[in-house]
């Protein structure tokens, strides 16, 4: 008697759907991504309790680590349109190609006149050119990069800028204290500080 | 697969010699791994890298407005002075005359939270309609650092205290106090 043989039942799935459903989602996520920009120096943020996101755009940051002040605008067009403000006050020209290296630039720490040397060189070499932006009363240049970023705010997009300080931890107070002066002195009374969100113990 | 038909001519004569179908299945396990896991990747750094905005309102230091200050009464309020060491110091009233302190604690939960959160509740009992609890004042001395200041101002959130201020002229008697008690 022959025996009865139980069908061996096959393993392969079908992974086709499976996998057009993976990749569709995968696309969707690395398109809506939005890396943090890349800090020229790292910085702690401090934890916090709230839960306010910060917004994307119409926004400069003023990040304040080891005693130097960097500053920071969100968007490009903005970026160009100050510093050509910016060169009409200080006397320097910048040509078209500087203005468009300078567009894609997410922070930079330098005095006005290291400007071109910072814009002109690359990613490895901007990394070590960090000596701040001047906040002393003497020579304030930070207070001329706010007023004519909010002038290009204002004039491209019709929209008040907000300004947002990004501080690390171990930051001594007097350097957020010359920064937030700078702020009052134009009259920028409220602004908001980014911070993580805490983890609750 | 790909492999040569070594087993000989001959034998079948006449025979059309025929290729084998190949088999259009491709294993795609480990193309689907991959594409999972970069999906979770982007999941988390996305929803995660969001930072979040502490919003400071600072009062208006417009030199020729000086007539604008405020008078508040003075067991209302509450001031912080932060030192070093991740320590600060609060006093109830005047420095001079205190009502209270001052007294060292640090930023944890048992520490300043616990203060401002007894004494924001005698205030409110004691007061009336127009008493809108404790005012605090937040004097950040040069010893201090970022994260003490982002801290106060958080408890200031968890505590729901109303009515705060940051004072940037910090005065030298508080300065004196810091260093008595090495905080400066």
Not at chain 2, 96 to 117: N, Q, S
Request: aromatic share 6%; with cysteine.
């Amino acid at each position: 008697m022959p025996r009865v043989k139980v069908k061996r039942q096959s393993t392969v799935t079908d992974m086709t759907a499976m996998c057009d459903v993976a990749f569709l989602l995968l696309t969707f996520f690395i398109l809506t991504a939005k890396f943090k920009p890349d800090d020229p120096l790292p910085i702690d943020i401090p934890a916090s309790t709230v839960q306010i996101k910060v917004p994307e755009n119409n926004l400069a940051t003023l990040s304040i680590v080891k005693g130097r002040v960097l500053f920071g605008m969100s968007d490009d067009d903005v970026r160009g349109a100050t510093l050509d403000k910016m060169g009409k006050q200080y006397n320097i020209s910048f040509t078209p190609e500087e203005k468009k290296r300078f567009s894609g630039i997410d922070a930079f720490g330098v005095p006005i006149k290291d400007l071109k040397a910072f814009i002109a060189a690359n990613g490895e070499e901007r990394k070590k050119m960090i000596p701040g932006v001047p906040v002393d009363s003497t020579n304030n240049e930070l207070n001329q990069w706010l007023l004519q970023a909010r002038y290009a705010t204002k004039e491209l997009h019709n929209k008040d800028m907000r300004v947002t300080l990004k501080g690390d931890n171990k930051e001594e107070y007097p350097t957020v204290k010359k920064v937030i002066e700078t702020l009052q002195d134009q009259k920028i009374n409220k602004f908001s500080m980014i911070t993580s969100l805490r983890v609750v113990k | 697969m790909a492999e040569l038909d070594t087993s000989g001519g001959g034998g079948k004569k006449g025979k059309k010699v025929r290729s084998k179908k190949q088999s259009t299945r491709v294993d795609l396990t480990a193309m689907v791994d991959l594409a999972f896991l970069l999906i979770t990747f982007f999941m988390l750094t996305t929803s995660l890298q969001k930072p979040q905005a502490m919003d400071l309102a600072m009062p208006d230091k417009d030199k020729n407005n000086k007539d604008a200050e405020l008078a508040v009464k003075e067991s209302r309020t509450m001031t912080v002075v932060l030192g070093s060491n991740n320590k600060l110091e609060w006093y109830l009233g005047l420095l001079d005359k205190p009502l209270e302190g001052p007294t060292v604690t640090d930023y944890a939960r048992d520490g300043i939270r616990k203060v401002l959160i007894e004494k924001n509740k005698a205030v409110l009992a004691q007061g009336g309609a127009k008493n809108n609890g404790l005012f605090v004042i937040i004097k950040p001395s040069d010893k201090s650092n970022y994260k003490n200041f982002v801290d106060i101002l958080d408890e200031m959130k968890i505590v729901n205290i109303q009515s705060y201020g940051v004072s940037n002229d910090i005065f030298k008697p508080e300065i004196d106090l810091l260093k008595k008690d090495n905080l400066y």
